[in-house]
């Protein structure tokens, strides 16, 4: 499959890496010094928290051109917008792995709403300087499956060829019918998860403030019941029915967790809170 991967920041580093030590055709696009750094020494990726630093010497490309395949697109929220108006002339179909809560239909208004397909990076981790960190793979983490869906949940030929070769590459992926649906359950969780993580300056001492996760769970649950549809997965319905008590010390361990430690929630850039923000006001929008 001749792939180009949209975004080298850590999901689109971790997929384009995999891809590629899978035989695939694979391009990843960046700029600015992360285009420099990916010339230099290619994908750079380490374990947890080791020090062993694994190189992927995937192409990489400062413009989209010509055809493709599939196009993955690994970006923030708020910056979709730019994204499509650089994939406007490029063929392929568009497969958008991205925080979104806002439906399918914006996400085709340049490109072309049959080009669109939806999906989330399960991967996660962090940047250490040019270096992806990224957790370690356990049985847990192999067992949740990457989901990919047509915008209208149907099952389609494109689709069935996208998540057989995302598992021929050792990608734990899986059709999901419901994923617009599935998006925005994980923005209802995401947007207080991510700003109460924000504002007590890490997930590790959001742990130790057990009235702030209580609030965070508050908002949580005033999420999901706003939402149109039922949760999906139907797991994240337990936020609204289990006992507050049990909830939150769920939360608090899995905030201390190297899960937690190891992903976009130790991000405190400026970007993530912009793509918080984004993430609320199409939550709001749709409620």
Known sequence: ??????????????????????????????????????????????????????????????????????????????QVDAVQEALADVRGD????????????????????????????????????DAVRHRRSGFLTRRVPMPVGEPDGRTTPRLERIVETFRTAGINARAEPRMDAWLRTHAAFEVPLGQAVHTAGGPVALAGDPDAVRGMLRLMRENLAALETPPVPRAFAALRTLPQGLLVAALRRFLKSPTAVHSGLNDRSPAAVAELERLAEQLRARS
């Open 1 to 78: 499959m001749k792939l180009l991967v949209y975004g080298a920041g850590v999901c689109g580093s971790l997929f384009a890496a995999r891809m590629h030590e899978a035989g695939h055709d694979v391009s990843l696009l960046a700029r600015g010094g992360r285009l420099t750094a990916l010339c230099r020494h290619g994908v750079q990726l380490v374990e947890g928290d080791g020090t062993a630093v694994r190189r992927v010497p995937v192409p990489v490309l400062e413009h989209p051109g010509g055809a493709y395949d599939l196009i993955t697109v690994f970006v923030r929220t708020h």
């Open 94 to 129: 568009v497969l958008f792995q991205l925080n979104w809560a806002a439906g399918p239909e914006p996400l085709g208004a340049v490109i072309g709403p049959e080009r669109v397909l939806l999906g989330f990076p399960m991967a996660g981790g962090t940047m250490d300087g």
